[in-house]
């Protein structure tokens, strides 16, 4: 009797070692018609990314300029109190240049574009980043925008300069304006936001590991190429990127 009852044990051992095993968990269907149920595996969890802000850019203060000539202006813009006017150099005829002026002085904002692209550019006051700056718009070639943002309450006048094309926009729905920065062929997106008066930035192209992603400002929701050949919609919640379905 001993004898039997240690062979029907072992054989209970190798039977239970030979049944296929799984770490994921499963969920139990019944077939309504036959009455036999079956094992599934459970569907994984949503992926989604962790947004992590590093130090970025710092705003550099304008350089003051004389006064330019009124036979080298090109446009004069008057934003508030301020005027931004457009200029060529003597030297550098086929480009323009944009300047800040002020009633204490001139200030230099840089290129802000070629003669043939003689409109392509704007001004305009923005809230962004908790502050009040005048955005001056430009491209310096075939594909790079620029953005200049120049906060007007600092002596001398300060100013971030973005190679990119830029929108302000609440991203991440914390009552304030980020700088939605987006450059390139295969679109590159970055955002500039202020954390402890500090200006950080996250390129989220590198979080996501995706070759292109782009901004939505309609419906404030990023599209990005995580999956080769598959453009999927994402959204901000606090510091993650989350998959919208």
């Excluded at 051992?13 to 018609?33: L, M, Q, R």
């Excluded at 200029?87 to 240049?97: G, N, P, Q, R, T």
């Excluded at 070759?211 to 309609?218: A, G, R, S």
Aim: with cysteine.
């Amino acid at each position: 009797m001993k004898k039997a009852i240690a062979a029907l044990i072992f054989l209970g051992v190798v039977a239970g070692c030979g049944s296929p095993s799984s770490d994921a968990p499963t969920t139990t269907t019944t077939n309504s018609e036959t009455g036999k149920t079956a094992s599934t595996a459970a569907a994984p969890e949503t992926k989604q990314f962790q947004l992590k802000y590093k130090t970025s850019l710092t705003a550099a203060p304008l350089t003051k300029i004389t006064p330019v000539v009124q036979s080298k202006q090109l446009t004069s813009q008057t934003v508030d109190d301020a005027h931004v006017l457009t200029y060529k150099k003597s030297d550098e005829v086929d480009k323009i240049y944009a300047a800040l002026q002020l009633k204490e002085g001139t200030y230099d904002i840089g290129q802000i574009g070629y003669e043939e692209g003689n409109n392509d550019y704007s001004t305009a006051t923005v809230d962004v980043l908790g502050e009040s700056y005048l955005k001056v718009v430009g491209s310096i070639g075939a594909n790079a925008p620029i953005s200049n943002y120049v906060l007007m309450k600092s002596s001398p006048p300060k100013v971030l300069h973005i190679e990119a094309h830029t929108v302000d926009a609440d991203v991440d729905q914390d009552g304030i304006k980020e700088i939605v920065a987006t450059v390139g062929t295969a679109a590159e997106t970055s955002i500039y936001k202020m954390e402890k008066d500090t200006l950080v930035s996250v390129n989220l192209n590198e979080v996501m590991n995706a070759d292109v992603v782009t901004y939505d400002q309609e419906s404030n929701t990023f599209k990005a190429e995580v999956t080769k050949g598959e453009m999927s919609q994402w959204k901000i919640e606090d510091t993650l990127l989350v998959p919208l379905p």
